[in-house]
């Protein structure tokens, strides 16, 4: 029997495809490097940090019967995710996604989520059709969601019985996904995790730093914002106040991914019983770790 998940991360699960090179780079760069293909997307990524902290998550999202498919489920289960209440599609395709890294960072970027969109709410179902969840029997629990949902399944998920009882914890996949978070402000439930640009664009203005956008996230209705803005100041909002730490300076090795680190450790620490200033600082020295090139 499969054990009851400590956690669900519903979003993304695909392939990442990354090319990284130790030189700086601009648009039309042609240089030598690497490139890895990995199980990614935002909700595997936090899934597979919180199987590093020893937690069982269990992954709701849409994955190919095609062979990519097939090798990312196992390649899942080797990691020990749960993937049972995956929708696994007949007729399409395991998404991917493809980035360019150099010395200076993250260049560009390729999300193909489209059968997650297309999915839609079939990933929900165990949620409300069972053995999760049903409407009048809600989930209790953590949930691990991400904005490569579409809109109005976000918004479905901010109001639905069957999500009533569950702490959410939420980020956008991207930038330009930011606004997909927008039920959950105007529901005032969840944790947000931000980064500066994305708050900026939640509330329609810009920030110098992670403190004001935190603050300025909690006044248009967030009930709770985490804000990064890399190396520098990030934050933890509540109505009760502001908790700010800036990361330990680390040599970054990479990009991609660091995000649903620090996302994920910071839900771990809490789940462990810690405290907020204890959850922040752990969660910034693992994503530091992360970057510089560590698990």
Same mark, same amino acid.
């Given at each position: +029997? *499969?054990?009851?998940p400590?956690? %669900?991360?519903?979003?993304?699960?695909?392939?990442?495809?990354?090319g990284?090179?130790?030189?700086?780079m601009?648009?039309?760069?042609?240089?030598?490097?690497?490139?890895?293909?990995?199980?990614?997307?935002?909700?595997l990524?936090? $899934?597979?940090?919180?199987?590093?902290f020893? %937690?069982?998550?269990? %992954?709701?999202?849409?994955?190919?019967r095609?062979?990519?498919?097939?090798?990312?489920?196992?390649?899942?289960?080797?990691?020990?995710?749960?993937t049972?209440?995956?929708?696994?599609?007949?007729?399409?395709?395991?998404?991917? #996604?493809?980035?360019?890294?150099?010395?200076?960072?993250?260049?560009?970027?390729?999300?193909?989520?489209?059968?997650?969109?297309?999915?839609?709410?079939?990933?929900?179902?165990p949620?409300?059709?069972?053995?999760?969840?049903?409407?009048?029997?809600?989930?209790?629990?953590?949930?691990?969601?991400?904005?490569? %949902? *579409?809109?109005?399944?976000?918004?479905?998920?901010?109001?639905?019985?069957?999500?009533?009882?569950?702490?959410?914890?939420?980020?956008?996949?991207?930038p330009?996904?930011?606004?997909?978070?927008?039920? !959950?402000?105007?529901?005032? =439930?969840?944790?947000? #995790?931000?980064?500066?640009?994305?708050?900026?664009?939640?509330?329609?203005t810009? !920030?110098?730093?992670?403190?004001?956008?935190?603050?300025?996230?909690?006044?248009?209705?967030?009930?709770?914002?985490?804000?990064?803005d890399?190396?520098?100041?990030?934050?933890?909002? *509540?109505?009760?106040?502001?908790?700010?730490?800036r990361?330990?300076?680390?040599?970054?090795? =990479?990009v991609?991914?660091?995000?649903? *680190?620090? +996302?994920?450790?910071?839900?771990?620490?809490?789940?462990?019983?810690?405290?907020r200033?204890? $959850?922040?600082h752990?969660?910034?020295?693992? $994503?530091a $770790? #992360?970057?510089?090139?560590?698990?």
């Amino acid at each position: +029997m *499969t054990q009851r998940p400590d956690i %669900l991360c519903i979003g993304s699960v695909l392939w990442d495809v990354i090319g990284r090179s130790d030189r700086h780079m601009k648009s039309g760069s042609d240089v030598p490097g690497h490139i890895t293909r990995l199980p990614g997307g935002v909700a595997l990524n936090i $899934a597979m940090t919180l199987a590093r902290f020893d %937690l069982h998550p269990a %992954l709701l999202s849409v994955v190919g019967r095609d062979a990519e498919g097939e090798e990312l489920v196992t390649a899942c289960q080797r990691l020990g995710l749960q993937t049972d209440h995956l929708y696994r599609s007949e007729d399409l395709p395991t998404d991917q #996604y493809m980035a360019i890294e150099g010395a200076n960072g993250l260049i560009a970027a390729v999300a193909d989520a489209h059968s997650l969109e297309q999915a839609n709410d079939k990933i929900l179902q165990p949620l409300i059709e069972g053995p999760l969840g049903f409407v009048e029997a809600p989930f209790p629990g953590p949930i691990a969601l991400d904005g490569n %949902l *579409t809109e109005g399944l976000l918004d479905q998920v901010a109001r639905h019985p069957a999500f009533a009882k569950a702490d959410l914890r939420i980020a956008p996949a991207s930038p330009g996904k930011a606004e997909r978070l927008l039920p !959950f402000l105007r529901a005032g =439930r969840g944790v947000l #995790y931000v980064n500066l640009e994305e708050a900026g664009l939640l509330c329609q203005t810009d !920030f110098t730093n992670a403190p004001q956008a935190g603050a300025a996230l909690i006044e248009r209705g967030a009930a709770r914002a985490l804000v990064t803005d890399g190396g520098n100041v990030t934050c933890d909002a *509540t109505k009760d106040g502001i908790l700010a730490e800036r990361p330990p300076e680390v040599m970054v090795t =990479r990009v991609t991914g660091a995000g649903d *680190t620090f +996302m994920a450790a910071h839900i771990a620490s809490e789940l462990r019983g810690a405290k907020r200033d204890v $959850a922040l600082h752990r969660a910034l020295a693992t $994503a530091a $770790a #992360y970057v510089a090139g560590g698990t």
